[in-house]
């Protein structure tokens, strides 16, 4: 079975760690834990008429105290870069570390994720902004580990892109 490894990428608490837990076991909780280092999950998707492991990598938010190593981007196939759309900077920050592993790495197929939209109404994230990144070639989605929404499209979407489908 082909397996491919997917890093969860962004800011601190911007809900990476709840999108991985939606995805590989349908449940969210509200209690907060800090990622420390990487945890790695797996969960078997189906592409066409293909099985593929995704091998998640739920890798600690990169911020002034802790930055991303790029290590552990070794051997990574694709990423979901994880904003929390109630705080802006979280896309600032995100985009920095895109910048990061651009540089480090090439191009590798990765999909934008605003998450937390079950709290649209704290929004900060603009659609002309939202406008601007899809110009600039990403693919965005509005996802919220609390209720589900999109989360395992965008999971989807990863993984076609990943085998060029």
């Known amino acids: 079975m082909l397996s491919k490894k997917v890093c969860m990428l962004g800011s601190f608490s911007v809900g990476k760690s709840s999108l991985v837990r939606r995805f590989i076991e ?6 907060y834990h800090t990622t420390i280092g990487v945890k790695v999950d797996k969960k078997v ?3 066409g ?3 593929v492991t995704l091998v998640l990598w739920d890798i600690h938010g990169d911020d002034v105290f802790q930055r991303l190593q790029l290590s552990y981007l070794r051997g990574m196939s694709g990423y979901l ?3 929390d ?7 600032e ?9 651009v540089t480090e790495l090439g191009k590798i197929p990765a999909v934008l ?3 937390k939209c ?22 965005v989605f509005h996802t919220s580990a609390k209720t589900g929404d999109s989360v395992d499209h965008a999971f989807s979407h990863l993984a076609h892109a990943m085998l060029g489908k």
């Open 26 to 31: 349908s449940i969210f909780s509200e209690a």
């Open 113 to 115: 994720v605003l998450n």
């Open 49 to 51: 008429e293909e099985d």
């Open 81 to 83: 870069l994880v904003v």
């Open 118 to 139: 079950d709290l649209i109404a704290d929004w900060e994230v603009d659609s002309d902004r939202e406008a601007k990144l899809k110009e600039d070639g990403w693919t």
């Open 45 to 47: 998707v189906r592409v």
């Open 93 to 101: 920050d995100a985009l920095a570390v895109n910048d990061r592993v």
């Open 85 to 91: 759309g109630t705080r802006k900077q979280t896309l």
